[in-house]
């Protein structure tokens, strides 16, 4: 199924994404952090911070209503997601671009871990990058941390 940025939106996308099936032949380590990423991408894209909003019912490509943390890691975590589903770790023959992406994928994961346990580090990040149009109100909250 292709998806049209343009046109489809966050929500469809993050759908597109949390019902994909980890590819035939992947090992335990990649299962578990493909479901990982998941279940994370879910709790985000059912976040007040993307429904509230309206960022969720946004096609993918149009700028976010509200830029908020829980926007900015819904957008890494869903793009970790496409790293993951354009790659495949098997025990048997992980080729090099594969290992690369796997590299890649599991940095990112660890990176989305330390800003959900730490707001105040990704907030920052987020200022530099909106400066004063970066949305404070919406914490990621137990279930997300």
């Known amino acids: 199924?292709?998806?049209?940025?343009?046109?489809?939106?966050?929500?469809e996308f993050s759908e597109h994404f949390i019902g994909a099936r980890p590819p035939g032949g992947a090992d335990a380590e990649?299962?578990?952090?493909?479901?990982?990423?998941?279940?994370?991408?879910?709790?985000?894209?059912n976040h007040a911070g993307m429904v509230e909003t309206e960022n969720a019912q946004q096609p993918?490509?149009?700028?976010?209503?509200?830029?908020?943390?829980?926007y900015a890691m819904w957008d890494f975590v869903g793009r970790t997601m496409g790293i993951l589903l354009n790659s495949m770790?098997?025990?048997?023959?992980?080729?090099?671009?594969?290992?690369?992406?796997w590299r890649d994928a599991i940095g990112r994961s660890q990176l989305?871990?330390?800003l959900l346990q730490?707001?105040?580090?990704?907030?920052?990040?987020?200022?530099?990058?909106?400066?004063?149009?970066?949305?404070?109100?919406?914490?990621?909250?137990?279930?997300?941390k």
Do not use: C
Request: aromatic share 10%.
């Open 1 to 11: 199924m292709s998806l049209n940025p343009n046109s489809t939106t966050r929500r």
């Open 30 to 45: 990649y299962i578990a952090v493909f479901q990982a990423t998941q279940h994370l991408l879910s709790l985000l894209i």
């Open 60 to 70: 993918f490509m149009e700028p976010a209503k509200s830029k908020n943390r829980v």
């Open 89 to 101: 770790r098997s025990y048997s023959n992980p080729g090099r671009s594969q290992d690369e992406a």
């Open 112 to 114: 989305a871990d330390m």
């Open 118 to 144: 730490d707001e105040s580090r990704g907030d920052s990040m987020h200022r530099m990058t909106w400066g004063s149009g970066f949305d404070t109100r919406f914490p990621f909250g137990d279930e997300i």
